[in-house]
């Protein structure tokens, strides 16, 4: 699935990354950053992707600015999801190796150039971070899983698997 926000959803994103940088210059905060673009290019990318996946599902992002979420939106069926973003073609979704207090239930990859996006799948928290998906030839120790490893179609309990 492929979507493009429309010039009101690229106000938005422009905004909320706008925010998101004038917040964490402010408080010193340092984003890894494993693209060569600059932070706000970044923020705009990464918001867009979240905009554009919750348009696609029906649900509203998070727009709180200032609090750091651990999860990007809500599904109808309560799974919280992080939603990750790259720009490269026949890469992967990408998972930074950090120690958090919560974790989403699922990851959601999009893959595209701000303003165009597309759905690649997702996966569960648990079938990410695992010791076999650590790839440290990254710019930054991270998670990796193909587009391929992805799951596709929609994101859904899966029936007696133990998964919520």
């Not at 909320?16 to 600059?38: L, T």
């Not at 992002?61 to 200032?66: A, R």
């Amino acid at each position: 699935m492929r979507y493009r926000l429309n010039s009101v959803e690229q106000a938005l994103a422009k905004f909320i990354a706008s925010q998101w940088d004038g917040y964490d210059k402010e408080k010193g905060f340092h984003k890894e950053n494993i693209s060569k673009k600059n932070s706000f290019e970044n923020s705009t990318a990464a918001f867009g992707a979240e905009l554009a996946f919750c348009r696609m599902m029906n649900v509203y992002p998070g727009l709180d600015l200032g609090v750091w979420r651990y999860w990007d939106c809500v599904l109808h069926n309560k799974l919280k999801v992080n939603v990750k973003q790259t720009d490269k073609e026949n890469f992967g979704l990408v998972v930074q190796l950090k120690l958090y207090s919560h974790y989403p239930d699922v990851y959601a990859c999009m893959q595209g150039e701000f303003p165009v996006f597309e759905y690649k799948g997702w996966c569960w928290d648990w079938e990410m971070r695992i010791q076999s998906r650590i790839n440290r030839s990254l710019p930054v120790a991270a998670y990796f899983m193909t587009f391929n490893q992805l799951r596709k179609g929609r994101i859904e309990h899966e029936k007696g698997s133990g998964t919520p």
